[in-house]
């Protein structure tokens, strides 16, 4: 059982950059592959950006596509949602999530494990 923490989070202006962390524990999230999420408020939660299980794939919503990079190290057991160029409508809860299989997905509904979110604001 996966225990996933996120990290990171915080308050910036529009045009800033944030790194956010994930941290997995209970287990070795190496064969998992791994996706973040944000839930604005008022909003339904929804795919950021996502990685397989050797980070040799990677996707994104196309809202953050040329912004945002998710990496991860697998000896580590982290995995790196790094936001550059920021704007206000980035405002969101994100959320690090991990699947029971090496292939990343898109939907939410597919991810076993969940962390527990990390606010990111962007003021304008």
């Known amino acids: 059982q996966l225990q996933l923490v996120e990290s990171g989070g915080g308050l910036v202006q529009a045009g800033d950059s944030l790194r956010l962390s994930c941290a997995a524990s209970?287990?070795?999230?190496?064969?998992?592959?791994m996706g973040w999420f944000r839930q604005a408020p008022g909003k339904e939660r929804e795919f950021v950006a996502g990685?397989?299980?050797?980070?040799?794939?990677?996707y994104y919503s196309d809202s953050v596509k040329g912004r945002f990079a998710i990496s991860r190290d697998n000896a580590q057991n982290t995995v790196t949602l790094q936001l550059n160029m920021l704007k206000p409508e980035d405002t969101a809860v994100y959320y690090c999530?991990?699947?029971?299989?090496?292939?990343?997905?898109?939907?939410?509904?597919?991810?076993?494990?969940w962390g527990q979110g990390t606010q990111v604001t962007v003021s304008s």
């Open positions: 999530a991990a699947r029971r299989t090496t292939l990343v997905s898109t939907l939410l509904a597919r991810y076993d494990f």
């Open positions: 209970g287990g070795s999230s190496s064969s998992a592959a």
């Open positions: 990685i397989n299980y050797n980070g040799g794939l990677t």
